[in-house]
């Protein structure tokens, strides 16, 4: 029986995912930081691809794709899109996942983890996995601090300083090799890897420079306050939008049959009654997409956000 044939309604969303996961370019390059991955599967031919696209459709696969999710426990994003990627690359050609998630402790205490540890070939491999949405400051001219999360305590600078500083060289401390021997049993050379993806978005209207060792390919949408929502909806012919909630923001031209769409009245309208609820220093940007092709996603901020 062909596996991947007829799609079961359930699945098509996670196929979604799996999908933008492989074809999405990465935020930054490796001028960033030599680690990070210039592509999210730069040693994939086209044909190996489309091969790998196949093997994440069957359902058996679908399946262990969503047994991994439910033993995460977790709703976080993050979580979702490390959980992905290591289902992804297990399917992958000539590469064996030895390890996901491993801990590193020393006295007692945890320094941090390894997102995944994998064999392609000959080579061993650490790779940290990241997915991020930015806002840029206006004004900008390219520094990463000026890059904000919708959480303003996830800036670009900070999550790159430890990635950089911790994360990708936890393999070079001795309780990283201590644990690396442990899983191997053998010392190996750990090459690293980082690979980043996710959304730059550019504030509507206003300056704003890509940052640093930013991919010229990266994927991006606008932001705006909510006080010029009225104005930068006007030319949108669609009258259908979406707020996806946050672990669905992958795959965001997916839209879930869970989330809510809106008109661009009752829009203002949830997003005027969403902000009130909150103090300024509580409120946070909302994501929201548009059922017209071509549009990008953009996010709403509470007037004065920055």
Known sequence: MNQTTPSRPADRPLKAELDW???????????????ILPAPLPHLTAGLKQHLRSSLHRQK?????????AQRLSLRLGIRYESLWQSITRQIPDCDVLATNVQVQENHRTLGEFDLLYKAGQHTIHQELAIKFYLGTPGSRGDWCEWIGPDKADQLARKLRLM??????LSDTEAGKNTLLALTGTPQH??????????????????????????TQHLRGD?????????????FASDVFMVPQRQHWLALRHWHQSEKSFDKVALLQYLL??????????????????????S????VTPDNWF
């Open 21 to 35: 996961l492989i074809d999405s370019p990465v935020l930054l390059t490796p001028a960033a930081h030599p680690t």
């Open 61 to 69: 696969v679908l399946e262990e794709c969503q047994e991994a999710l």
């Open 164 to 169: 950089f500083d911790h994360q990708i060289t």
């Open 190 to 215: 750990w090459q690293k890897e980082i690979l980043l993806q996710g959304y730059l978005f550019y504030p509507w209207r206003q300056p704003c420079a890509s940052p640093f060792g930013a991919n």
């Open 223 to 235: 932001w705006l306050p909510l006080q010029q929502l009225e104005e930068y909806l006007m030319p």
């Open 273 to 294: 009654e969403r902000f009130a609820e909150k103090e300024r220093a509580e409120a946070r940007p909302v994501l929201i997409v548009s059922g017209q092709a071509g």
């Open 296 to 299: 990008v996603p953009f996010f």
